[in-house]
């Protein structure tokens, strides 16, 4: 098993950046693909990206605006975010799954972190 805790989130304005960072722990980051989702008040939580061995995917909305990455050595996963807006606020979850892929669905993925809120004002 792996435990997630994410952090960085925050309160940007609007056309800010942010870095989020999920460290996990127990067994080796390395062996799982990991995402990111979200979650606005009063919406379902959404996929926003996910990384596994090689391949990374983004949800339209964020495309071109939000970068992950990993650092296996750290067994940290990262969410770069640049551009932000005020539609990005949400708690942050990240998310991690042993099999790597375009997966994009919450019950997809095997281990969830607590989260960590992102603000954006305009």
């Known amino acids: 098993q792996v435990q997630l805790v994410e952090s960085g989130g925050g309160l940007v304005q609007a056309g800010g950046s942010l870095r989020l960072s999920c460290a996990a722990s127990?067994?080796?980051?390395?062996?799982?693909?990991a995402g990111w989702f979200r979650q606005a008040p009063g919406k379902e939580r959404e996929f926003v990206s996910n990384?596994?061995?090689?391949?990374?995917y983004y949800a339209d909305s964020v495309k071109g605006r939000f970068t992950i990455s990993r650092d296996n050595a750290k067994n940290t996963l990262y969410l770069q975010m640049n551009s932000l807006k005020p539609e990005d606020t949400a708690v942050y979850y990240c998310?991690?799954?042993?099999?790597?892929?375009?997966?994009?669905?919450?019950?997809?993925?095997?281990?969830w972190g607590q989260g960590t809120q992102v603000t954006v004002s305009s």
């Open positions: 998310a991690a799954r042993s099999y790597s892929g375009n997966y994009r669905k919450e019950t997809e993925y095997s281990y």
């Open positions: 990384i596994g061995w090689t391949d990374t």
């Open positions: 127990g067994r080796a980051f390395s062996n799982y693909a």
